[in-house]
């Protein structure tokens, strides 16, 4: 893992945020970084490469393929989950207490 992913795993291990979080989840042709069966969610912790046009388009098409399930995806620059821990916290714990609430699982 990337220290980026490691800082992450550390936030949503455990069910500190209210809900189980598994890593390294195959799911159809991907690997989701962080998956929470129970809100739908996926939590992705992105290099610099996810930003450049190919990282853009691979990702869309994946985003898109896993929304088409039902799944909502966020991501995160590394840079952003190394250096704003709360901030990430606290839009992973609102997503999941939104999808908890609305009744996704």
Not at 34 to 59: I, N, S
Not at 71 to 89: A, I, K, M, P
């Amino acid at each position: 893992m990337t220290d980026a992913e490691k800082k992450l795993w550390s936030l949503l291990r455990n069910n500190r945020l209210g809900a189980k979080f598994r890593r390294q989840v195959p799911y159809g042709p991907y690997i989701l970084d962080f998956y929470c069966v129970k809100a739908r969610l996926v939590v992705e912790a992105d290099g610099r490469q996810h930003y450049t046009r190919e990282g853009k388009r691979r990702d869309a098409k994946r985003d898109a393929y896993l929304r088409s399930d039902g799944l909502e995806v966020l991501r995160f620059l590394n840079d952003e989950v190394l250096s704003n821990e709360e901030g990430v916290e606290q839009v992973i714990y609102e997503r999941i207490q939104e999808a908890l609430h609305n009744g996704l699982r």
